[in-house]
């Protein structure tokens, strides 16, 4: 917690940082690509930076952890921490990359907010920034000892085995191994970095969640076609679609992510729209490869039926699930006549099925799906603590910490 020098002084100025943290996130990134362009280059998502969700992620986390430590300090928000850990390993990101951040950070706090920054305010919020590093800095720690991998170690090269046309945007890749070492398993909802060369030369990392329980031998991850280009934040999955190909190589990281389908008896309810499938697909598929009796829902929301990424692989998985069940929502549904009965249109409606008792939930998709689904199901009267959600990308939503 804070200490009781620099409580009063975050409690009294954290509403003005509040305020500005939004262009302090956006000078700090922009100072510290300015003094290190290296760090674009395999570490940061520039598609992130070039439409300013990166920015948006800092500033609410950076926020949220000050107003924690203010509000609730026997309540810091380990949802937070964990997802940003989680984030950081699949990187690569070492401790001693916390200093650079820091002194970048603390340089733009200065550079908005002028002369408000006295010695003493600075010293601050110097301590809230190095509570939370020190913090995620031991969650990463014992992320990295758990798969017994350093940051360095992290990365392995795999063999493109197989490529399936799932859709018109969506291509799953099947990786196969390239050497004798062993697989580090994933857990069902991990997702593995990608790291490949861009044609201007510079690395750029993604996450993809994996599609498929492990075999000891091959990774499965689908990737979606992000149209806009020349903008960044196509890149990869445009590189991936049009050279990527059967015996070519690519490099992956050991699987992370915190979003992790827990081994119980309780019913599990997954809820996905588009490509927010790709970690259902995962849990479905060890639920499978271990047997389980459990009852499993799977809800999904698409443009169309021809649009449903997967459908093949999860229809098949829940088959083998004794009490598994499939309902969706297409806002282009099948023609008048022909839809099964668990076929709805429109959006999803979580009020047009029957929930089971106790069940935990698993939520991917966009943020306003996101959050519609979150708030249903809390007003149907789900504890928070039973509804874990996945986003692809920076979380804006911050849901966890509210």
Known sequence: MLSDTSFPIIKA?????????????????EHMFEARPDLL?????????ADGRQQQALAGSIAAFAGFLVDKPDQLPDHLLSRVAHKHVSLGLSPDQYQVVHDHLMWAIVDVLGDAVTPEVAAAWDEVYWLMANMLINKERGLYNAVHLTPETIWRTWRVAQRIQETDDVV????????????????????VTIK??????VHQPRQYSLTKADDGKHRQFAVKRIHGLPTPDGEMSNLLHNEVQVGDEVVLSVPFGDVVLEYTDRPAVLA????GITPMAGMLSHLVKSGSQRQVMLLHADDSPASFPLRAQVTE???????GSLS??????????????????????????????????????????????RSALVAKGVPAKDIQYEVFGPDLWLADTQ
């Open 13 to 29: 100025t954290l509403p003005v940082v509040g305020e500005h943290i939004q262009e302090i996130a956006q000078r700090f990134y």
């Open 172 to 191: 799953t890749f099947i990786v196969e191994r390239t050497d004798e070492r062993e697989v580090k398993p994933s857990l069902p909802g991990q997702y």
């Open 328 to 373: 969706v929502w297409f806002l282009e549904p099948t023609a008048s006549g022909a839809a099964p009965a668990s076929e709805f249109s429109g959006f999803m409606d979580v009020t047009a099925v029957e929930l089971p008792d106790d069940a935990e939930y698993y939520l991917c998709g966009p943020l306003p799906f996101l959050q519609s689904v």
């Open 196 to 201: 490949m060369r861009m044609h201007d030369g």
């Open 317 to 323: 998985d829940l088959a083998q699930i004794p009490d």
């Open 41 to 49: 280059d395999g570490l940061f998502n520039r598609g992130n930076q």
């Open 272 to 275: 996905s729209a588009g490509i």
